[in-house]
């Protein structure tokens, strides 16, 4: 019989990458920039997470998930603990879940407060509707050269 | 009350009244981009009332939790200041509402941020950078409306008339502002909140009034209007009459 080697927090991290954000699924929990910290103490482990904004309906389901991805790779005792402080801000998103957010048809955030280029066709003759989207995270802007919306990852 | 609890609530109270007030709105904007922007705002204030509420329900170390503090309070026991209490009106009333609360709490969050109470500096911190976004499209908005057509002008100035006279009770210190140290006075918001109004104003072309008569009694809790009670009867009426429920 042998013993389980100790998990470690490496581990846990590489796990949470496929953890898909439910709004957004194809960027990652970690891509988005929530998970503040990860503590393991034998298999049981503690992942603590960050709001996006304030109201943001996908926390508890990004909780969740977390839970089961991990309680299915067999850690034990999973604690979700939250933290305010410091407030997420989008520097935090990963470079690779900024590509993966243009790539699935959401501008990413820019300190300009606004995309350079349309998600569609990459033209720069871009419009905002609406500072506010589908989500909390997002707001409306449309492509006047080929003419399509799309969302805007809000800047915070 | 305990002044640092009953200054908690007042932050929870603004917060969760105006959210539901403009949560009324979901689903009968006047175009779909309106409906949502609406909708993300109340989200926003009912996920920071929510902050405010369980740190409030902390610090009355009475056992209740947040949901019990939103949901089984009575009007008296609310806190806000009775402007984000006032019923939507039209789109222009309600925009103008928020504009006038939107121009008092990012700076007056913007001040809590310094709070030597850590949490309060916290929930302040988080709240600050969704008010930046609330402030910028209300703002937007009065002027577009303002200066808008005939008929959008008048509904704004008719607005303002009825609106002007709840502004003040924001920025009125009184005994428990004065009796705590968390946080600073509201009256020391007053000069950014005049200068953001003024310009705003002035470029949607309305006339800022003369009268700085201020109604009181929200955030004391004594003297409510009548709309909260009926607010309260909606948003309260389910967890009251379904105790057991949960989603
Ligand atoms: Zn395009």
Redesign the pocket.
Known sequence: MVTPAPLTPDQVWAWLEDVPDPEIPVISVVDLGVIRGVDVDGWAVTVTITPTYSGCPAMGVIAMDIELALAKRGAQDVRIATQLAPPWTTDWMSPQGLAKLEGYGIAPPRAAGGPD???????Q??ERISQFGSTACKAQWR??????P?DYFKCI | MDAALECVLRQADNALVLGHRLSEWCGVGPVLEEDIALANTALDLIGQAKLWLEYAAEVQGAGRTADDLAFRRDVYDFKNALLVELPNGDFGQTLLREFFFDAFHLPWLQALTASPDARVAEVAAKSAKEAAYHLERSAETVIALGDGTDESHARMAAALAYLWPYTGELMVDDAVDLGQDAMPLPSSIRPAWDTTVNAVLAEAMLTRPDSDFAHTGGRSGVRHTEHLGHMLAQMQFLPRAYPTATW
């Open positions: 280029r349309c998600p569609h066709c990459r033209s003759d871009v492509c006047r050269a080929c003419l399509e799309f």
